[in-house]
């Protein structure tokens, strides 16, 4: 059941009421996709796996919350860590491409420095291998474990407070 533009969304039932016409039942309705595209990790070029992925659950994840409660709440989750994922990643190239650079030039850091080492092997060991394959495992978690009823109406009943 889609809502024309414009209008708002009909009101949900109490929890209690719920018939199986207001649980989702496909990816697209219960907020699944914005898991599903972290497949876009599985290209394979490091740095930019991670980058597609991260963007496009952050976006899919944000455009869940105009569907029902449950693609709300799914949609989020994706969202958040399609977010933080973006974060961290960019944090790493503006470590290694700019504040590195500079602070070396200025003479603030030594070229062989320990503590570069110490945070750019962590973040790029996410950025290549961990975030990528984070990604990719729940995308395939999101396919193989549609949500449930018993959660979906817990998620109802919350929305409907």
């Known amino acids: 059941m889609t809502t024309p533009p414009g209008h708002a969304p009909p009101p949900l039932p109490p929890a209690q009421q719920m018939r199986p016409e207001h649980f989702p039942t496909s990816i697209g ?15 394979g070029f490091p740095g930019l796996a991670i980058i597609a992925a991260s963007a496009a659950m952050l976006v899919l994840g944000i ?7 449950v693609a709300r709440a799914v949609g989020r989750r ?19 491409f700019v ?14 420095s320990a503590w570069s080492a110490a945070l750019m092997v962590p973040l790029a060991v996410w ?23 018993e959660r979906a109406q817990r998620v109802y009943a919350d929305a409907s407070r």
């Open 127 to 149: 950025v290549v291998v961990a975030g990528p394959l984070t990604c990719v495992i729940m995308a395939i978690v999101a396919l193989a474990r549609p949500v449930t009823r």
């Open 63 to 69: 455009l869940q919350q105009g569907k029902n409660p």
């Open 99 to 112: 504040i590195a650079p500079a602070l070396i030039d200025a003479g603030v850091i030594a070229d062989s």
């Open 29 to 43: 309705r219960d907020g699944r996709v914005a898991w599903v595209v972290g497949f876009a990790a599985a290209i």
């Open 78 to 96: 994706a969202a958040v860590f399609g977010a933080l994922s973006l974060l961290v990643t960019v944090f790493f190239f503006l470590m290694i």
